[in-house]
């Protein structure tokens, strides 16, 4: 492709893969290396770059490298155009980089031990004068594996780069236009922020600006047009993320030019450019109509860790891909690029075709929790997740709600109903032992309550679970709810936690089958227990409690230090038998009614249309 071409081809936008993108470029994230690496020596301001000595720079980073794998298995493209604008002299390097497996292996765990090696695919010395564009172009099929590509580029004092991206050499294979759907139920301020981060970058970028429509969905109705400007508002009952996102999908499809939706937490933090890249997907993706683009979840607390990289549902819980993975790692970065089952991707940020609606119907109404598992397994799409497509969302396990525990047993067991029949009752019934009995262990009897609720209520069959008025119950499951308290609240309550540390375990610890046989603690006699908590109360940190924080406690206060809010517990023997008489009639419904009541859960499934 000559210059002139390529010339034309950026000014029209259509072939921009992805563009560089620079720390705090939007006031979004400070870590550096999650976006170039230097050695020193090199200034980064207004999106250009200057060195300020003789160094050198790299891109072999999460936001500025891409998959090549991806791109050809994804899009066919086997050849990509680095293009910037220069001024001065650079040395370039186009380089990839590609996993090394362990004995070949894909499985999560294996990933672990895998490698990378590099290969330099382009070397050349490049002069302009910073007004017009450069370009260099690399053929990547002769590339093995699966990894990423990324420039190295050395400069002399006063070299300055910008503009740069990474272009397609093919042109597009279809239009699209995708509605970015946010759900909100009273969180003004992020979602706020969100829509008027999107409306800058589309002032920005004029040439997908058309390409792109907010849609806020206010469960809460309490935002104000003016808020959320450039935006459709559309007020709605508080229907939870289930009710929200599905308004917001019927408002995208009942727009016959929007060809894709885009559901996105109200309360992410993510980079603007992340719309471009998973537009670029949407126009020159193979199999478009079997296509899921899915967001990465970073964690807000730890911007430099990755909660989630797609996932698996097990039946028993979700099993989040290459967690924990640390993304200013080079190693990590190529194996986020190794591609491993996926069978759905969170609603944090996930984007799919319009015409899923008219294959499969809509969502199922679960309030909360799940929703995205079952709809991503009844659409059965292929799930595209790779580097520079994330966003940045506070970790869940730094909260504990209690009636949480309500939607997330119920919806599980209809998700077990409609895609996982082999799981079978018997399983149903050792989780639903194992729940009750984690919530025995400590002593949140109430929570117990709310799973024997999910259960009755799944009971019921899809005719009860469509008819619920979804706002009341969750009311009423509010109301019930383990009520929270500050620091000073407690206090008041007669709990100072001021000077009081979290229980850590002393001396020698009990076997396992000790706990187990005394059911931790409460068949041992109060005589027993810790003589210097008679009169008082043991400190629990929530987030990191285990079983054993619990053995032979009587009364806890339950801190979790992230929200700094904490309840009271007490031991309470008779709820044992509370507990397993609840079992016990839900044990005999479920070996009664199960299979007739999965079946009206996969009819329902079947008949989601509008």
Known sequence: MNSTQLDKEIESANNVIAKIIFPLSYNICSEKELYFRDNGGVNYSQERIEFLQT??????????????????????????????????????????????????????????????????????????????PSFVSVNFSSVKGEGIIFPEIAGEEGTEISEMAYLSTIPLRRESKIGVVFCTFKREKYVSANVKRINKFLLENPSIANKIGIFVIDNGKTLKEEEVEGAMLFPNANTGGSGGFTRGIKEVCSRKEYTHFLLMDDD????????????????????????????????????????????????KNNLANKGAYNIKSKKDIVKNEVEVKSEYNAWWCCCMPVSTVSRIGLPLQFFIKGDDIEYSLRADNEILVTNGIAVWHESFTSKYSSELEYYIKRNELIVNAIHRRNFGRAR???????????????????????????????????????????????????????????????????????????????????????????????????????????????????????????????????????????????????????????????????????????????????????
């Open 55 to 132: 160094s050198s720079l790299s891109l072999f980073t999460y936001f500025n490298s891409i998959s090549y794998s991806k791109l050809a298995k994804y899009s066919g493209i086997q050849e990509i155009v680095f293009s910037f604008k220069v001024k001065g002299k650079i040395r370039i390097k186009i380089k990839a980089a590609a996993a090394e497996l362990s004995n070949n292996s894909r499985e999560v765990k294996d990933l672990y031990y895998a490698n990378y090696t590099t290969l330099v695919l382009y070397e050349g010395v490049v002069t302009g004068d910073g007004i017009e």
């Open 268 to 315: 992410i933090i993510f980079e603007p450019e992340v719309l471009r890249r998973i537009l670029f997907w949407t126009e020159c993706s193979l199999s478009p109509e079997r296509l899921t683009i899915g967001g990465t979840m970073l964690i807000a607390e730890k911007p430099t860790y990755q909660y989630e990289m797609g996932a698996i549902w097990n039946a």
């Open 428 to 610: 149903e019934l050792i989780k639903l032992v194992r729940s009750v009995a984690k919530q025995l262990v400590f002593h949140r009897y109430d929570t117990i309550n709310e799973i024997f609720l999910a259960y009755s209520h799944f009971l019921k069959g899809a005719p009860f679970f469509t008819s619920i008025d979804s706002e009341t119950l969750h009311k009423e499951l509010r109301e019930r709810a383990i009520k929270q308290y500050s620091k000073e609240e407690l206090k008041n309550m007669g709990y100072n936690l001021e000077g009081k540390n979290y229980y850590t375990l002393t001396g020698k610890k009990k076997s396992y089958i000790y706990h187990a046989l005394t059911l931790n603690g409460y068949l041992i006699s109060k005589k027993r227990y810790p003589k210097e908590e008679k009169d008082s109360f043991r400190l629990i940190n929530m987030i990191s409690a285990t079983p054993r924080s619990m053995f032979k406690a009587y009364c806890t206060v339950q801190y979790n230090p992230n929200t700094e809010k904490g309840f009271v517990t007490k031991l309470d023997r008779p709820k044992l038998f509370h507990a397993l008489s609840g079992i016990i009639r839900i044990s005999f419904m479920m070996i009664m009614s199960y299979g007739r009541i999965a079946n009206s859960y996969k009819e329902l499934a079947k008949n989601s249309f509008y």
